[in-house]
T-cell receptor
Framework: GENVEQHPSTLSVQEGDSAVIKCTYS??????FPWYKQELGKRPQLIID?????GEKKDQRIAVTLNKTAKHFSLHITETQPEDSAVYFC??????????FGTGTSLTVIP | GAVVSQHPSRVICKSGTSVKIECRSL??????MFWYRQFPKQSLMLMAT?????????EQGVEKDKFLINHASLTLSTLTVTSAHPEDSSFYIC???????????FGPGTRLTVT
């Protein structure tokens, strides 16, 4: 099955700085890679996703890059704000079927 | 957007009893739903794929006789935790895939506590 690894497990940044979270996957057949933000006790919220036919996608302060050859993808958050503090999960999937999640990154933005 | 609900949001049960959790897609039909379990400060672990009108597909290591899944309609999947034990205490989250999309929409989760 798919194995998704995520680093770092915790990340603290100063407000306004950038944050980068990295994930690797094992199954070369995976072709959909969403990123979720989860606040304590709540459902995961999709923040950005990328399909394998694209190398990069950006949405305002959030961007995701994908390297299919190396089987890794990264989340980039620029100009971080305190409300960005949460746990972030990456996931890998084959065409939106079973999602296999990374281990999560707890991001703290220090005002 | 697509909305998925879960019921109950919290449940406390005694060891040895069974608990049923419902997952509903409110504004779309979901032929496939997924069940995840999340322990505190850990990731979401896929338990099973629930297919409308057929048997669920379980991930390796998940006991199908303990976690009974029924997907009898295009808008409802249920997860029954049978003979629950304290180690089954967890946050259970369902999701539904949206037709012609790779996205999954998650329910709000059910916090199960087994005493």
């Amino acid at each position: 099955g798919e194995n998704v690894e995520q680093h770092p497990s915790t990340l603290s940044v100063q407000e306004g700085d950038s944050a980068v979270i990295k994930c690797t996957y094992s199954d070369s057949a995976s072709n959909y890679f969403p990123w979720y933000k989860q606040e304590l006790g709540k459902r995961p919220q999709l923040i950005i996703d990328i399909r394998s036919n694209v190398g990069e996608k950006k949405d305002q302060r959030i961007a995701v890059t994908l390297n299919k050859t190396a089987k890794h993808f990264s989340l980039h958050i620029t100009e971080t704000q305190p409300e960005d503090s949460a746990v972030y999960f990456c996931a890998a999937s084959k065409s939106g079927n079973q999602f296999y999640f990374g281990t999560g990154t707890s991001l703290t933005v220090i005002p | 957007g697509a909305v998925v609900s879960q019921h109950p949001s919290r449940v406390i049960c005694k060891s040895g009893t069974s608990v049923k959790i419902e997952c509903r897609s409110l504004d779309f039909q979901a032929t496939t739903m997924f069940w995840y379990r999340q322990f505190p400060k850990q990731s979401l672990m896929l338990m099973a794929t629930s297919n409308e009108g057929s048997k669920a597909t379980y991930e390796q290591g998940v006991e199908k006789d303990k976690f009974l899944i029924n997907h009898a309609s295009l808008t409802l999947s249920t997860l029954t935790v049978t003979s629950a034990h304290p180690e089954d205490s967890s946050f259970y989250i369902c999701s539904a895939s949206v037709p012609i999309s790779y996205e999954q929409y998650f329910g709000p989760g059910t916090r199960l506590t087994v005493t």
